[in-house]
């Protein structure tokens, strides 16, 4: 890593092409491997021995809620973990990649949060993700009902998604798989086609309200046959979700088939091309899914080839690392490691490095107290803590 000028720059760094540079909307990307390690950090462990962790949430007071994918909820107080009661949750779908997944509390509450919770739901045949909510007490999650169910059913148990992010009007985005690889088919195509079918849940980004309700003005809902609810789509199966607090843009990082995991910025409205765009390959041929840039659709801020495996991902503004602030923190799956990409005021990717964790990496999240933190997707998963070396 150099430091020219005052700015940093990363070795190996691949810079993203933006509208800024390149006059066109669809412009290619030049792939981005595995970037240099960074320095400067260790993670310790905060706690270990949570069943196959998933999604985790802070409460105001530095305890969190950490879910595990066999459908149970974990409380951890900083010195034990506990496992919450979920009265009336439904029974939960844990095929394949199936089970409970994240969790998000409702911004407004501060006593008794309204936690909101997506999983997997029915059976190998017949299943699908839906949102549920419940109230958390202190001592357990009580009261839990079904907000929102995907439409249509698929089976197997591939790409369900999915992530849970709040925005300060009280909505939520969730992100939704397309069903999964071929041959998987769902109605009457390939499941992957059905990203680009607004007239399914699949492949896309939900905008609901707090009820689970189509958010009134959704930017596809007056187009012909479309589901209110989709806010975007031409999704493959986005794991990572995050909000920047001072831009206010919202960031995305979603799966791609052997090769082209991509980082999105995601505006309503859009189109993010898959299956017709992509950076990635089919898993049978080896041949490249689609086009890398198509005009009309969205492209991606950055793609990596090979595959990290995206999940988790967190914008960072805490002061443990200050050189870090404004940087995206992206989980991998594959890769075992946390990526860091350095971004502009304006939202331009400057560079990348890596955290290297050894252990997949299931979710990261800004603590209340300006750490970051990541969940290890283990049998036994561990709560890492990032701290300053």
Do not use: C
């Amino acid at each position: 890593m150099k430091i020219v000028s005052g700015k940093t720059l990363f070795a190996g760094a691949t810079l993203a092409l933006s509208t800024a540079i390149v006059p066109s909307a669809y412009a290619q990307l030049e792939p981005t491997a595995a970037p240099p390690a960074a320095a400067g950090w260790r993670a310790e462990t905060v706690v270990e021995g949570i069943p196959k962790p998933w999604g985790m949430a802070f409460l105001p007071d530095g305890r969190s809620l950490i879910t595990s994918k066999d459908g149970s909820l974990h409380l951890f107080d900083g010195k034990q973990l506990r496992k919450i009661a979920l009265e009336g949750l439904p029974e939960v779908f844990t095929g394949g990649q199936g089970g409970l997944l994240d969790i998000a509390l409702h911004p407004a509450d501060k006593v008794n949060p309204r936690v909101y919770m997506t999983m997997a739901f029915g059976t190998t045949s017949e299943n699908r993700t839906i949102l549920v909510q419940g109230v958390f007490d202190g001592k357990r999650v009580h009261g839990i009902k079904t907000l929102f169910r995907v439409e249509q059913g698929k089976s197997g148990g591939q790409h369900f998604g999915s992530r849970i992010l709040f925005l300060p009007d009280g909505t939520l985005l969730m992100s939704i798989g397309d069903g999964g690889n071929p041959p998987q088919r769902v109605g009457d195509r390939l499941a992957r086609e059905q990203a680009q079918n607004l007239a399914t849940h699949h492949g896309s980004i939900l905008h609901l309200t707090a009820e689970g309700k189509p958010v009134p003005g959704n930017p596809l809902a007056s187009r012909p046959g479309a589901r209110p609810e989709i806010w975007t789509y031409g999704h493959r199966n986005i794991q990572g979700i995050a909000r920047d607090p001072v831009s206010g843009r919202i960031w995305a990082t979603e799966h791609g088939p052997r090769g082209g995991d991509e980082l999105n910025l995601i505006e309503g409205g859009q189109n993010y091309g898959w299956p017709l765009q992509s950076y990635g390959a089919d898993y049978k041929t080896g041949e490249p899914v689609g086009l890398r840039a198509v005009p009309g659709m969205t492209g991606p801020k950055v793609a990596w080839v090979p595959s990290p495996g995206p999940s988790g991902l967190v914008v960072y503004t805490g002061n443990m690392f200050p050189q870090w602030k404004g940087s995206l923190f992206s989980g991998g799956l594959a890769s075992s490691d946390i990526r860091r990409i350095a971004l502009d005021k304006d939202g331009n990717v400057q560079g990348q490095d890596r955290l290297d964790i050894g252990a997949r990496v299931r979710d990261v999240r800004q603590g209340p107290d300006g750490h970051l933190y990541a969940l290890t997707d283990e049998d036994k998963g561990r709560l890492l803590r990032i701290v300053p070396k």
